[in-house]
Every structure is written in structure tokens, then in C-alpha cells.
């Protein structure tokens, strides 16, 4: 009987290339009351692994595993778990809430005062195996197999957060800053519910992906979008494209910052960044409920991930090649049964 398993942990976190990632064995995780231990089938490699991998967000706990895109069956159930042995279902990053504080009691629990995340004080996934609170997990829709439908499980869902926290009106104009795994399955929400959607990114290559997705336009950075936003999303960490979108709003429009980290946003000028009611906002992790509505929605619209696959033994390259952006769309760890 299996005792053990391999799994990356965050060592001394520093730059990408200086390999903060360390290959371990580790004992094999047992279930608690209402947990459910997964043997892994794919994980997606979230841009929030980076900044713990690199000290943009410190390790709460030494030699974590991160990995909150996760995809597993059910290998072995706790004391009161309802799963059964062989379910497929995900583990997302909003890994446990306390449930009595007055934000989870009105609903909003993405802004709970004691959360727990996967992959930054609980292990995830880059691992053969991960134990996860049952009640937060998703059971995953049919037609979606198991690397495709890794990334709908940060990236995708955080996106659809961000993509109503700009209140975008039927029909309206996005402007979507940074084009990864996030953005492009975002893009696709956005496009099925009537948008005219506008990508602005460096990379040639995701401006090739975003028009292959059916976005209306595509620009660089800096560039101005065609016609003033009713709402925008930024995806890339960079706080000086701030002012840049915020200018590109119409009047009413609504900026969210989709990341879980941003560098320092540049001085705004009230007139031409704020005036006119346009709104700069925050995206706190997501609720379950946020979870449910967008695979249901990802489901009904046929929601098309753009993956790239990395054996796990090649986990610390994936980070790396996320880092230089070395590719479009979204990685995922795949042969967790080769480590």
C-alpha cells in the first residue's frame, strides 16, 4: 500500500530561475472529519503560484505545496464525508471560511475575516495527492476533460468575478489589460453574453489567440481601445497600466483589478482617471456561488480553454515559462502518475 508521494513545495522563495520550487517526498495526507483526499489527474498553474514561488506573497507555512486549480478523484473519505470513492470533482483557492463572521453570514464569504487558501496555508496540488475541505470542492460538468477544465478553476472563476464586478451592461464595451488563462476564458464569457470586447496585451501571440476567440479589436498595452469601455478588467500585475485604463472608461465605467497582487499604481489624476463616476475595484477571491454560475455558464456556452500541458516532474519549468511568457493561454500539470 502506498505510504508516500512526490510533491513540489515553495522553498526559499526568490526569482523563478533560481528554482525556488523543491521536488519532496511526502507522506501520504490522511482525510479529517468531512474531508476528502484526491489523488490528482491535472492542476493549472495559476499566475498566484508565481508570486509565491517568487516572495510576492510570502509562504504561510514552510515547504507548501501550492496549486489551486485541481483536478482529482476521490481516493479515500473522511470521517462523515459524502463523496464517493472514484467522484472526479475540483478544489478551487477559497479552501475553507469560517462561516459565523458577519461577512459569511450576509453571503459574502470571499471576504471572510479567517479564510483559508489552497496552494498558500493549505497544500494543493502540485502533489500526487491533497486532502480538501468536501464542502468546498465542485463536482465538474460532463464534456469538459481533465486538462481542459483545470483552469475554469481559479482562472476561470476569478475572471467571471471580475467580469461582474464591472457591472458591464448588456451589450457593452470591455476592455480586457493582460491576455493569459484568465483573461481568454473570461473574453469568451463576455463575447457569448452580447459584449464588444477589446484586448490590449504585449504578447503577439495572445493577440493572435484573442482574435481567434472573436474579440472585436487588439492593441498593445497602451494603446486606446477603439471606443470609450463601459467596464475593463485588469489581468496583468502591473499597477502602472492603472491610470492607462482608467482614462480609456467612458463615463459610469468600472476598472477591476482581477490579481490577487498588483506592484504600486502610479499617481492619479482626479479629472482624467476618476471624474465622471468611473470606479477603480478590488477582486477579493470569489464565493462558491461565484464557482456554481460560471461552470454552469462555461458549460452552456461550450467554454474553450487554451492549454498547454507540462509533466509534473516539469512543474518549476511551467512556472518559469508562465513567467517569460512563453506561452498563450493557460498550463497545466498533467502525469502525476510518472513522478
Not at 468531512?34 to 509562504?59: K, M, N, Q, Y
Not at 452580447?194 to 484573442?210: D, F, I, W, Y
Request: charged share 20%.
Amino acid at each position: 500500500m502506498t505510504t508516500s508521494m512526490r510533491a513540489w513545495a515553495v522553498g526559499t522563495p526568490g526569482p523563478v530561475d533560481t528554482e525556488p520550487l523543491v521536488l519532496l517526498d511526502r507522506e501520504l495526507p490522511t482525510p479529517g472529519p468531512g474531508e476528502i483526499r484526491l489523488r490528482v489527474l491535472a492542476c493549472g498553474v495559476c499566475r498566484t503560484d508565481l508570486h509565491l514561488a517568487e516572495g510576492d506573497l510570502a509562504p504561510r507555512r514552510p515547504l507548501v505545496v501550492p496549486g489551486h486549480e485541481i483536478v482529482g478523484v476521490v481516493d479515500e473519505l473522511g470521517p462523515g464525508a459524502l463523496f464517493k470513492r472514484g467522484d472526479r470533482v475540483g478544489a478551487a483557492w477559497l479552501a475553507r471560511t469560517c462561516g459565523s463572521c458577519r461577512f459569511c453570514e450576509a453571503g459574502r464569504e470571499n471576504l471572510c475575516l479567517a479564510p483559508t487558501f489552497t496552494g498558500w496555508d493549505v497544500d494543493g496540488g502540485y502533489a500526487q495527492f491533497v486532502v480538501v475541505n468536501e464542502a468546498f470542492v465542485y463536482r465538474l460538468p460532463d464534456g469538459f476533460d481533465d486538462v481542459t477544465v483545470a483552469p475554469l478553476l481559479c482562472a476561470g472563476i476569478i475572471g467571471y468575478r471580475a467580469l461582474r464586478r464591472t457591472e458591464l451592461p448588456r451589450g457593452g464595451r470591455l476592455g480586457i489589460y493582460g491576455f493569459g488563462g484568465s483573461a481568454h476564458l473570461t473574453a469568451q464569457v463576455a463575447i457569448a453574453e452580447g459584449a464588444r470586447v477589446h484586448v490590449m496585451t504585449r504578447s503577439p501571440e495572445s493577440r493572435e489567440l484573442a482574435l481567434s476567440l472573436g474579440v472585436s479589436s487588439v492593441g498593445d498595452t497602451n494603446d486606446a481601445p477603439p471606443e470609450p469601455l463601459d467596464g475593463a478588467i485588469l489581468f496583468a500585475p502591473v499597477g502602472d497600466i492603472v491610470p492607462t485604463a482608467l482614462a480609456s472608461l467612458d463615463r459610469g465605467g468600472v476598472l477591476a483589478v482581477a490579481g490577487i497582487y498588483l506592484s504600486d499604481i502610479p499617481s492619479l489624476n482626479y479629472e482624467r482617471h476618476l471624474f465622471q463616476e468611473r470606479t477603480l475595484r478590488s477582486v477579493t477571491a470569489n464565493t462558491r456561488q461565484d464557482g456554481h454560475d460560471f461552470l454552469e455558464i462555461a458549460a452552456r456556452i461550450g467554454i474553450k480553454s487554451t492549454v498547454h500541458q507540462y509533466p509534473f516532474r516539469d512543474a518549476d519549468r511551467a512556472l518559469s515559462d508562465l513567467k517569460h511568457e512563453r506561452f498563450s493561454g493557460a498550463a497545466v500539470i498533467v502525469d502525476f502518475d510518472r513522478a
